[in-house]
């Protein structure tokens, strides 16, 4: 057994016990696989014209004489969430462009498109060929 201050290994399947507040003699089990995402941190990408984004958080610099364009990751996981956050210039005729790949859609469509400054979105792949807009 570990003392106070030892370090101890834990994996996905090893537990902790909880106790209901209302009830300390209520105590559940709970997997760290359960919890795990809690704690889980993004990973954050700036990004430029024609790059592919990535799962996580994207972001751009201001744009320069025109508008760009992006595509989704082609072989996502269901479940991937893909964030992009255009830039403070971003506007009508500086559009941000996110397009599918391969023959997957976004809400039934091929691409979207950001233009308005600093508007954001989040893509979820929900299913095989299917990107939803939150």
């Given amino acids: 057994?570990?003392?106070a201050g030892?370090?101890?290994?834990?994996?996905?399947?090893?537990?902790?016990?909880?106790?209901?507040?209302?009830?300390?003699?209520?105590?559940k089990k709970v997997l760290l696989s359960d919890i795990t995402s809690l704690s889980?941190?993004?990973?954050?990408?700036?990004?430029?014209n024609t790059d592919t984004l990535a799962?996580?958080?994207?972001?751009?610099?201001d744009f320069g004489?025109?508008?760009?364009?992006?595509?989704?990751?082609?072989?996502p996981s269901v479940g991937d969430s893909v964030k992009?956050?255009?830039p403070s210039n971003c506007s009508a005729t500086k559009t941000l462009l996110i397009n599918r790949q391969g023959s997957h859609?976004?809400?039934g469509e091929t691409s979207i498109m950001l233009e308005s400054p600093h508007a954001a979105v989040e893509l979820i792949y929900v299913v095989a060929n299917n990107w939803k807009v939150f």
Avoid: M, Q
Avoid at 55 to 61: I, K, L, M, P, R
């Fill in 65 to 75: 004489g025109s508008g760009e364009s992006v595509n989704l990751p082609a072989s």
């Fill in 6 to 27: 030892s370090s101890v290994s834990l994996a996905a399947g090893d537990g902790v016990i909880i106790f209901d507040a209302s009830d300390s003699n209520n105590a």
């Fill in 105 to 107: 859609t976004i809400d």
């Fill in 55 to 61: 799962v996580g958080v994207n972001y751009f610099a």
């Fill in 40 to 48: 889980a941190r993004l990973d954050v990408a700036l990004k430029d």
């Fill in 1 to 3: 057994a570990a003392g």
């Fill in 84 to 86: 992009v956050k255009a």
